[in-house]
């Protein structure tokens, strides 16, 4: 909703006080067509030859996110505590037990309760492989805990490559805009012999170039990319609060302990309260 209440009012405003100002948009509207067409060519052209598919499907995944708003909701990190709390109390009282939840996480009676989460490659797959890790004996805290952080290192660059890839379009943009701009001086010149009106309304239509790519560059794109980073930083944290319990488990703290340093990490807008928390845990334990 932000991302389009934005574009409005950055259309709004600037158009707007152009055409309080005494401006007229006919100069603008017709030469827009051709002048995207240049500019908004050149800078796909060149996020094209500049990514691979994979970094161009996620982009477009990134668009789309910037309208929508963060993937995680607030359920969603209440049902990853929960699902976390059911997963560490099997662990504490027999590690044998968890071993078919963390080998076939889709038939785990655990694991489909929460199916948004299980939808989830990466978190599924951190939950899994760090627990299965623990009960390998592998329990140097501090190992466990480097390996974490690799790995959440690791996915965070990936899910930021849309943003850096839009950055580097809106960096390029205003110079694509004096490439438009200069190709319509070029084509003015051509006409010198024209009548002053008209060579007039030409080497306006050439400014429209510049004045695209700057506005593209500063009021579209280089603000998604903004907003791309900011979404995709939140979600991160979603992944942080599970390496959060489990590092929080090898430190030998009770169940309840590790998955309240893990509420703390998640992000304050969509944070469960203590409550929360605490009356969903003992709806589990009335359930089990």
Not at 6 to 34: D, N
Not at 122 to 151: G, P, W, Y
Not at 253 to 270: F, L
Request: charged share 20%.
């Amino acid at each position: 909703m932000n991302a389009i209440l934005g574009l409005v009012v950055t259309m709004v405003m600037v158009f707007g006080g152009y055409m309080l100002a005494g401006g007229k948009l006919g100069i603008i509207l017709h030469s827009l067509p051709f002048e995207m067409m240049m500019i908004g060519g050149a800078a796909t052209g060149a996020f094209l030859a500049s990514n691979d598919f994979n970094t161009v499907k996620h982009t477009g995944g990134d668009v789309a996110a910037a309208f929508a708003g963060p993937k995680w909701k607030k359920n969603d990190y209440q049902d990853l505590l929960l699902l976390m709390h059911e997963l560490l109390h099997i662990l504490k009282q027999n590690p044998v037990d968890i071993e078919p939840h963390i080998e076939a996480p889709n038939e785990s009676a655990i694991f489909t309760k929460y199916p948004r989460i299980l939808k989830d490659h990466e978190a599924i797959e951190m939950i899994c492989d760090t627990i299965r890790s623990m009960i390998m004996n592998f329990d140097n805290v501090h190992q466990v805990e480097e390996l974490l952080d690799k790995h959440l290192e690791s996915l965070l660059e990936e899910k930021l490559h849309g943003s850096h890839a839009l950055q580097q379009m809106a960096d390029a943009l205003p110079a694509l805009g004096i490439v438009a701009a200069v190709l319509g001086v070029i084509k003015t010149m051509a006409s010198i012999d024209k009548p002053p009106e008209v060579l007039g309304g030409m080497i306006g239509g050439a400014l429209v170039g510049t004045f695209l790519g700057v506005f593209l560059a500063y009021g579209v794109v280089g603000p998604f990319a903004a907003r791309v980073k900011t979404i995709r930083s939140e979600e991160h944290l979603f992944y942080s609060m599970i390496g959060q319990v489990l590092v929080s488990n090898l430190h030998k703290n009770p169940v309840n302990i590790c998955v309240e340093v893990a509420r703390r990490q998640a992000p304050a807008r969509v944070r469960p309260s203590f409550d929360e928390i605490e009356q969903a845990v003992r709806g589990l334990k009335q359930a089990a």
